[in-house]
């Protein structure tokens, strides 16, 4: 029997937690002399009052999604793929590379390219620790985040040495050409009176990243390997004795979650900077793990966490912008609301059901 | 009631400040924030003199991630911010894709040389020839033979620094060996003093005695595990012999508060163009006051100044990173 109806546990929960991280976040932002409700008001309408500061929020939205996606599908097989940030970084990588290595003719062609590129160098970047650990026992979790700093580092050495333009001190590479530009929300949704979405970063790779969202669930719920990938992950005795090989599961399940983390590359590298710079990927992959948490690891609480974070992050550059709290405190309030809707479900959840189980007595 | 008066003083702040936004300045940290001891607290400081000195009002932001500097150099170009001040080589490409878009506002970038732009002036910084002078120092006051050099992120500008200092150990002695550390390749290498401090360590194994930290917040490590093993450390940016008295050899100077004062001081009208700031102009430079003074011989002095005339006279040329990305003195 169901403690409560459907509607509290997936609306109710969510709004209350925000809440009491709202309330919280205001009591820190009053003890430090600031007002509250100020704050609130700029983090809302400079996130979600204006078309651009929807396009700064679905921006970083789009990033959180593809490496939400990315830990979602390691986990569905219990593998705790924490190296989102480092097959991100390689990810850029190939995008960088393919952009800058053929004159493309029109970016139609250079997204599916670049996609196809960003997706092998992350899920290449993921195969070695999953090979380790389907074969050898390494820990997915040691092997993934050693392979984070590995990829700063091959990156950094890439950057400085190789694709950095002569003469530039900027270690980055040269900016891609005109053609690879994807269209951002701006050139989308315009017309010639109304500007909206005014310099605003969101682009065409939000769409891919929905896209991404769709096919995943279709491929966790609707295919034979996403069904093996959750027996595998639910038991794997019981997958072995269904015939289902931990190894080839484990490599598989690696591969798809590396190349999802490579894609968010599209996003950052082609759509925004249009050029590789050696902080691109700003620990969205470690931000992935906690979307994916959020969103219970299914392509649509990833999408809808992912969101939040993309307000989170741009209503904290408006506060940033247009207050005096310093970005330490910023973080505290970010962390806050992360704590609330991911961590301490329990705490809001549980006295919620005591008072929708004496309802029910009531009612009998 | 009590609660009720602080938030509408509050409110009223925030309306005040937002009437008076005509033509603030404004200032943008790089990633490493505000108080990094370093490289953006020097532009803090500056700024913060010309605040008390004029009682002017600026806005300011710390970088926190890549996405916003061209969020934060446009929102600051519409609020009416000007001159806007940036820090750092990142904001290069950013102000290269906004500059156009507000020709009547003056962007001022700190360590970029290279753009071009009419609103923008743009201030270098000859780091090479100031940690020649240091390098020479460090050379002097070493009795091993052995000088560290120990720098922040693996970028060009930070190879720039490691190149000028191996050049001016060399040029006084000749067969000095020079071991280079780099803090990392990730921006947390700024703000590491822990592995500033196994780094130190490690080249004090390998014999050296002076080292000369070029890394940010990690400099701070370099310099009190220097202090605590006995041996001397080179500052960097900012004035730092304060924080070991008598431990520090003497810190190489890169006057960017000076350079953030000046624009702020000129404000709107602030010239605009490419201006490096070397020995000459006092840009970069070393520091001598009572914590280093009996650390540093009148033979020491005399060499350093005699060396700081011959390079602003072109008698001794200093070869820069930059000019073919490889080091005559260091390999890296």
Redesign the interface.
């Known amino acids: 029997m169901e403690k409560m109806p459907k509607w509290a546990d997936v609306v109710l929960i969510p709004i209350i937690s925000l809440l009491l991280a709202t309330i919280l976040s205001a009591i820190v932002i009053l003890a430090i002399g600031e007002n509250p409700v100020e704050a609130v008001n700029l983090m809302v309408t400079g996130a979600l009052g204006s078309t651009y500061g929807w396009g700064y929020t679905l921006y970083y939205a789009t990033n959180f999604i593809f490496t939400g996606l990315a830990v979602a599908v390691a986990f569905h097989a219990r593998l705790f793929n924490i190296g989102g940030e480092g097959q991100a970084m390689l990810g850029g990588l190939g995008v960088a590379i393919v952009c800058l290595s053929v004159p493309w003719p029109h970016w139609t062609i250079a997204l599916l390219a670049a996609c196809a590129a960003s997706m092998i160098f992350g899920a290449a970047w993921a195969a070695i620790p999953a090979y380790l650990q389907a074969k050898r026992g390494s820990h997915i979790v040691i092997t993934t985040i050693m392979f984070n700093f590995i990829a700063a580092a091959f990156l950094n050495y890439m950057l400085v040495n190789v694709m950095r333009p002569q003469g530039s001190q900027d270690p980055a590479t040269a900016r891609f050409p005109e053609a690879v530009h994807l269209p951002t929300f701006q050139s989308m949704f315009s017309s010639a009176e109304n500007i909206v979405f005014r310099g605003a970063p969101a682009n065409i790779s939000f769409f891919v990243a929905i896209l991404a969202c769709i096919v995943v669930w279709a491929l966790i719920w609707r295919t034979r390997l996403g069904y093996e990938i959750r027996a595998y992950g639910h038991s794997e005795t019981g997958a072995v004795y269904a015939g289902i090989s931990p190894v080839r599961i484990t490599i598989i399940a690696m591969l798809i979650s590396g190349a999802l983390a490579g894609m968010m590359a599209i996003n950052n590298v082609m759509g925004e900077a249009e050029r590789l710079v050696l902080n691109s990927t700003e620990g969205a992959g470690f931000i992935g793990i906690a979307v994916a948490l959020m969103g219970r690891s299914h392509p649509f609480g990833v999408f809808l966490a992912a969101i939040l974070f993309g307000f989170l992050y741009q209503g904290g550059a408006e506060l940033a912008l247009w207050t005096s709290i310093p970005r330490e405190l910023i973080v505290v309030i970010q962390a806050l609301v992360i704590l609330f809707t991911g961590a301490l479900d329990n705490m809001v959840r549980m006295p919620l059901e005591k008072i929708f189980l004496s309802f029910r007595k009531g009612a009998e | 009631m009590t609660l009720m008066k602080?938030?509408m003083g509050?409110?009223a702040a925030?309306a005040l400040t937002a009437g008076a936004a005509l033509a603030e300045p404004a200032l943008i940290f790089d990633?490493g924030?505000k108080f990094d001891k370093s490289f953006n607290e020097a532009a803090h400081n500056g700024a913060s003199r010309w605040a008390e000195e004029t009682g002017g009002t600026y806005?300011e932001?710390?970088m926190?991630?890549?996405?916003?500097r061209?969020?934060?150099l446009?929102?600051?170009a519409e609020a009416g911010s000007n001159p806007i001040i940036t820090m750092g080589?990142?904001m290069?490409?950013p102000l290269a894709a906004v500059a156009a878009d507000y020709p009547d506002t003056t962007f001022v970038v700190v360590d970029?040389t290279?753009l071009d732009a009419p609103n923008l002036r743009q201030v270098g910084f000859a780091e090479h020839e100031g940690s020649y002078l240091v390098g020479m120092m460090a050379a002097m006051a070493s009795k091993t033979g052995t000088v560290g050099f120990i720098g922040g992120?693996?970028?060009?500008?930070i190879r720039?620094f490691g190149c000028g200092y191996a050049q001016g150990a060399k040029a006084v002695n000749p067969d000095i060996n020079v071991v280079a550390n780099m803090t990392?390749?990730?921006?947390a290498a700024w703000n590491d003093p822990v592995k500033g401090s196994e780094l130190t360590k490690a080249q004090i194994s390998q014999g050296a005695d002076v080292v000369y930290a070029a890394a940010g917040g990690t400099g701070v490590g370099v310099l009190q595990t220097a202090a605590d093993e006995g041996i001397l450390s080179i500052g960097v940016d900012s004035n730092q012999n304060h924080l070991h008295p008598g431990k520090v050899l003497t810190s190489m100077l890169k006057r960017v508060d000076v350079a953030v004062y000046e624009a702020m001081k000129a404000g709107e009208d602030v010239e605009t163009g490419v201006f490096v700031m070397g020995l000459s102009e006092d840009g970069v430079g070393y520091a001598m006051d009572e914590n280093n003074a009996p650390l540093v011989s009148d033979d020491m002095k005399a060499a350093v100044d005699k060396a700081r005339q011959d390079i602003i006279d072109g008698n001794v040329s200093v070869v820069s990173y930059?000019e073919n990305?490889s080091c005559p003195a260091l390999q890296f």
């Open positions: 602080s938030l509050a409110a925030v990633l924030g806005r932001i710390e926190q991630s890549e996405a916003q061209e969020q934060a446009r929102r600051f080589f990142g290069a490409d970029v290279w992120m693996d970028v060009p500008l720039h990392g390749t990730t921006p930059y990305d």
